[in-house]
């Protein structure tokens, strides 16, 4: 690591020398990258100065506090507290600047959510996990734009579709990718019998038109009249849009708009982002086998977290953590989970770093 950070000063002083260059400095895009790699590598060496001269701080503060007075020591090991205290925060933060960079990190993000394994009893567990989701946002005070909401028979989600907006949405939100699995009595149930379900949760970047380009031959598009609960029609025009991606099989529809031109959109919006994240999986799997797709089967035994109503416990079975706070979690309180995840996320970057 300090070979690193070593080479990391050379290309520093480097590069604050090629931005004083005229001809680097008439070149917009140049000088702009250039730039952002400064004070990319400004940061890093002034991180890695601190937590040296906090090294050079602690090794001093033993070496006196063996020698001091007692009235000195309580103040020399104050110091030395301090000092301790700082260096776990310089090199937390050394931490995350060498951490490689998500290339998805401040995009929006477009979540999914339908009911898996369990009938209705998985689709209003679906409604629920779509209600914590948006009070979480709210908190974070992230925008939520729902772009469908499918109803079913008991009010829960079939499938529910929304853009979350927010510069470190993506960097939190797609830890929540992956089967979700429920233990408690449903309403339905007279005997008081626990019942396992399941719902899925989608998350992929937002994707623009120039990054992902689909042709309209590759599109089998489907106009159809919008249904509520139960099937029931909500619309007496044909509104609803049903685009299938014939090339990969992706199936987008959208029925909450009145009109079939904004439902269209909107299915081509979700469309796009879809073939985005598969793109970018395909690329991923390519450098390294260890990355499972999101959405598994949705079965009961493939999931990434319980939420168990009896003992009101959530664990997250990819790092291992327990919460016996699944109340406070439900009301949009995920951020202790959330953070635990982004924290295992950048000790495996580390890891490979050092390997």
Do not use: C
């Amino acid at each position: 690591m300090l070979h690193r950070l070593e080479e990391f000063v050379l290309e520093y002083e480097e590069v604050a020398s090629r931005l004083s260059d005229p001809k680097i400095i008439s070149d917009k895009q140049e000088f702009a990258d250039l730039s952002k790699r400064f004070k990319t590598l400004e940061n890093l060496v002034e991180i890695s100065r601190e937590i040296e001269a906090l090294k050079e701080d602690i090794e001093t503060a033993k070496l006196l506090i063996s020698e001091a007075t007692p009235q000195d020591r309580d103040l020399i090991r104050s110091e030395l507290d301090s000092a301790q205290t700082q260096l776990q925060v310089a090199e937390k933060k050394l931490a995350i600047l060498l951490a490689p960079k998500d290339p998805n990190d401040g995009r929006d993000v477009i979540v999914s959510i339908r009911g898996a394994e369990g009938g209705e009893e998985a689709n209003l567990f679906a409604r629920v996990l779509l209600d914590m989701y948006l009070r979480w946002a709210e908190s974070r005070k992230w925008k939520v734009e729902i772009l469908s909401d499918i109803q079913s028979e008991r009010g829960g989600v079939e499938e529910a579709t929304f853009i979350v907006k927010g510069e470190d949405a993506w960097r939190h939100f797609k830890h929540e990718a992956g089967p979700h699995r429920v233990q408690r009595v449903p309403v339905t149930e007279s005997s008081g019998r626990v019942h396992t379900s399941s719902a899925v949760v989608t998350v992929v970047p937002e994707a623009s038109e120039i990054e992902i380009e689909v042709n309209d031959s590759d599109l089998k598009i489907d106009i159809f009249r919008s249904s509520g609960p139960g099937g029931q029609s909500v619309n007496t025009t044909d509104s609803a849009v049903r685009i299938t991606h014939l090339p990969t099989g992706i199936v987008v529809s959208m029925q909450d708009e009145r009109s079939q031109l904004q439902n269209r959109i909107r299915a081509m919006q979700v469309l796009r982002s879809r073939l985005y994240a598969m793109e970018s999986e395909k690329r991923n799997q390519e450098l390294s086998n260890t990355k499972k797709a999101q959405v598994g089967t949705g079965g009961r035994g493939d999931k990434i977290r319980t939420y168990n109503y009896k003992e009101n416990r959530v664990s997250d079975h990819r790092i291992g953590l327990t919460l016996y706070k699944l109340d406070k979690i439900l009301l949009g309180d995920l951020n202790e989970l959330s953070t635990a995840l982004v924290e295992a996320e950048l000790a495996d970057q580390l890891t490979n770093i050092k390997d």
